[in-house]
């Protein structure tokens, strides 16, 4: 990735001579304490000379959840309705039930609350954006290369589990939103997308390119859902 150095056989614990070694400003991790086979906080030399930097987590979203929600292969997490007594009952690693509660507050703290210029050129793109990863970001980079504005749609936990089965999505659609928004490329998101991409939806939004990638699921009537999009001269397929 440009811009991006990689320290092979980094040591465990950093010292600020490593720091100095690659000519490294700060040291950053998040809130979570790192402690080495002593007990001892991993960060203590870098902190006591003021280059450690914390990025505190989301409230309510855990990566012990996530990985959980993949080894004992549940579905509680599809579910926004569980009752909040039950949430607070349950043990996340045990159950996988998610307790992350999606706010507005929440969801403009991610967005970029920009909105799309006349003149510019609205790409739409969507998709699951499951366990959200590079390739979801070079994916979203060359979306955005085709136009000014871009506009990803997310699809349901529903939609989701009917095309990839088993207990995906791994994350539940307000956990997928948000990995979303936080990619600088993506300017906005529809919160449940539909699979079908139809003509007033691009009509409705400007949208002016509909990318997406070789491999297209047909929609459950055994169509194209792309089919408007490539009538009107508008769909381009990207690798």
Known sequence: IPGIEMVRDAPYTTTVECLEKYNIDFCVHGEDLSVDANGNDTYADVKKAGKFKLI???DGVSTTDIVGRMLLMTKEH?????????LHQMSAATTNVSKFLTT?????????SKAPKETDKIVYVDGAFDLFHVGHIEMLKVAKSHGDFLIVGVHTDDVVNMYRGAN??????????????????????IIGAPYVVTR??????????????????????????????RDMGIFQQIE
């Open 104 to 112: 507005s507050r929440k969801i403009s703290q991610f967005s970029s």
């Open 200 to 229: 007033d939806m691009i009509e409705g939004l400007r949208i002016s390119v509909v990318v997406h990638g070789s491999v297209v699921e047909p929609a459950i009537d055994g169509t194209d859902p792309y089919h408007v999009a």
């Open 56 to 58: 505190k987590r989301t």
């Open 78 to 86: 599809h579910k926004q309705d569980v009752e909040e007594e039950k």
């Open 168 to 189: 995906h999505p791994i994350m539940n659609l307000h956990e997928r939103v948000l990995s979303v928004l936080s990619c600088k490329y993506v300017d906005e998101v």
